[in-house]
């Protein structure tokens, strides 16, 4: 099964009609689809009604264009996440200061192939790691994971997908607080990230949402990064909750139907998925074998984890 093809990001690019700038259009056009405009109002209107993935900015072609891009479209209709790169033809450090709030790069116009090429790139990158990254966390999320796990159908080392789920979170939020939940929250993701770069450079660690996350490592450390997780988690639990609950091993709270129920503490379920090239066609099956994995580990009591071993 063939995966499909990635769309071409669009870049709308204002500058003026001249042999560089054809040059320019000509080398992105090999990576990118290219929207080229010579008329700022007609370039301004499309930003406005049909956003590109980037914008290459030409300053010296208008300056009043500029400031009208930057004050009354990025800004004011929630544009913030469109990178723009600023083209400059002599750098004046005054000129480019006043608008770092709102450029993520810019070229002087005698800039190579190769600059032109990478400021762009990591400007496309840079954004989408910030516009996917998880904003309690920081950790990158669910179109980082997808990415991720795609490329583990062709990866040739056997890795383990390990999805971690706080159980009893919700109980104790109620009772704690949501400030408490989100430090809480925190805590477990600093935990997995350095646990699991304490074991591999070849890791991976997300959080798809609320207080569920995942980790990716090779097969031969899943079960020590785990093991390492769950007990350096317990040990976090006494500075969580207070003396009393702690000593008694519960917390009582209210239920879905509003009911007063005993709660146990918060613990850690991990579901460990192997990912073997070849037999795994596609990452649904990944989240179907964690999803039926996940009701057997969180039927044991406390912190645990569990490998589907299935072959």
Partial sequence: MSLPRERKKVIYALWKRNALFSRWKELLSENFKVKTFLSVDRFLELVLFRPPDLIIYHFEKSPEGFTTLIRDIKLHFNLVKLPIVLVVEELLPEKISEYLSAIDDFLLIDAGPSEILLRIELSLRRIERVSDNNPLTGLPGNVSIEKKLKELLECERPMGVAYVDLDNFKAYNDIYGFAKGDEMIKNVAR??????????????????????????????????????????????????????????????????????????LPSLSIAIVPVHKGKVKHIGEIAERASQVKKIVKSIKGSAYFIDRRA
């Fill in 191 to 264: 935990l997995l990230v350095n646990t699991v770069n304490r074991w591999t450079r070849d890791g991976f660690v997300g959080h798809i949402g609320g207080d569920d996350f995942i980790f990716i490592v090779p097969m031969e450390v899943v079960e020590n990064i785990a093991g390492e997780v769950i007990r350096n988690f317990n040990s976090l639990i006494p500075s969580f909750v207070n003396k009393k609950d702690f000593e008694r091993g519960y917390f009582i709270s209210k239920d879905r139907q509003g009911n007063l129920v005993k709660f146990p």
